[in-house]
């Protein structure tokens, strides 16, 4: 029983962190997320978000991931993207900004399960904030040289923003 009680205080823990950020990131306005691109800049060596797939193959299974536009009916329908309009891709640029930052928040958390669990439990805990997170942050990382290697062609082709 106090084991089916730890359960339950780590599961109603991480749901009410997660959703709670998630809540509070959809607050925002997609154009602070524009704004804050610098510091989701792909380094040299994840070459131009190909090193995911490569580690990864990434796309063989971000498809299969939950959107958060199933929780969230604000949040950004990623599978819905279809328009390549020069406004949309960077809104969508903006909201992989979103989705990472709101996953290293969520994984950032885990030392708060050390307060109440035993080391084991807690260890549990941590491998469950990286299970959880780090592959939408991977999938973000895959995403975005992309979408800026579009939006940078279009720039230079002097498409309107439309």
Avoid: C
């Amino acid at each position: 029983m106090k084991l089916f009680r730890l359960f339950i205080r780590n599961m109603f823990a991480w749901f009410t962190i997660q959703m709670t950020i998630s809540y509070l990131m959809m607050k925002l306005p997609v154009s602070y997320f524009v704004r804050m691109s610098p510091l989701f800049r792909s380094f040299k060596w994840e070459q131009q978000g190909e090193v995911w797939h490569k580690l990864f193959s990434v796309k063989s299974w971000k498809a299969h991931l939950p959107d958060s536009s199933i929780i969230f009916s604000a949040s950004y329908n990623h599978r819905e993207i279809g328009n390549t309009a020069t406004k949309t891709l960077q809104s969508f640029n903006g909201e992989t900004n979103r989705a990472e930052l709101t996953h290293w928040l969520s994984l950032l958390l885990f030392p708060l399960f050390y307060l109440w669990n035993p080391k084991w439990a807690a260890r549990i805990n941590v491998l469950y904030a990286l299970l959880s997170n780090l592959p939408f942050i991977i999938i973000q990382r895959y995403n975005r040289p992309k979408v800026q290697r579009l939006l940078a062609k279009r720039k230079g082709r002097g498409y309107d923003t439309t």
